[in-house]
């Protein structure tokens, strides 16, 4: 079993369905998980309380926000044979590059593949056949995509290789107005 930390984004329905029919088809994991952005990789050798109380002190002071989704890009696994198609977002981005990397300190610092770039994303294919992906990325950015949706918690997951299990929901503050100050949150 090993532990991750996601964020299950609030959409419109129309574009869940959206991105679910194309899970559907060419993400493996479809049944397993729904639509997320994984924000701590999957982690053992951790106490999983200790795990919570890291997580939840740090995304307990961010708060919430929205993004925008608009492209699909294709990524090749560092260390795997797969292809991968991601909905990358171009607003909120760096909100969930500061959420992923205030997470990587403490306990889980040493976690942190400094290998592998992190890039925020939603998965919707898999394949070992980089065509594939390939002819699904130009059929999906020669549409329209524009996903707008809002990160309100991030969720501490438990997996195996057929389930996923939330242990905690962590809600995100809401924004109380104003322009958001640059800190350490």
Same mark, same amino acid.
């Given at each position: 079993?090993?532990?991750?930390? %996601?964020?299950? &984004? ?38 999983? /309380?200790? *795990? ?13 926000? &929205?993004? %925008?989704?608009?492209?699909? %890009? ?11 198609? *991601? ?6 981005? /760096? ?9 990587? +300190? ?20 898999? +394949? ?32 195996? +290789?057929?389930?996923? /299990? ?17 800190? /350490?949150?």
């Amino acid at each position: 079993m090993e532990l991750m930390a %996601v964020c299950y &984004p609030e959409l419109d329905k129309h574009d869940f369905d959206w991105m679910q029919s194309i899970r559907k088809k060419h993400d493996p994991q479809y049944s397993i998980v729904a639509p997320h952005f994984s924000i701590v990789f999957p982690v053992t050798g951790i106490d999983q /309380r200790d *795990f919570i109380d890291h997580c939840r002190n740090i995304c307990g002071e961010l708060q919430s926000f &929205p993004f %925008v989704i608009r492209n699909a %890009v294709y990524h090749k696994a560092i260390r795997s044979n797969s292809w991968f198609v *991601f909905l990358v977002p171009v607003e909120g981005n /760096r909100r969930i590059i500061k959420m992923h990397d205030l997470l990587y +300190s403490g306990i889980i610092e040493n976690e942190l593949a400094h290998d592998i770039p992190y890039i925020p994303h939603i998965t919707i294919a898999q +394949s070992k056949d980089s065509h594939k992906c390939r002819n699904l990325i130009d059929e999906l950015n020669s549409c329209k995509i524009d996903i707008h949706g809002k990160i309100n918690e991030a969720d501490i997951i438990l997996l195996d +290789s057929e389930s996923v /299990r939330t242990l905690e929901k962590i809600p995100l503050k809401e924004k109380t107005g104003g322009q958001e100050k640059c800190s /350490r949150y």
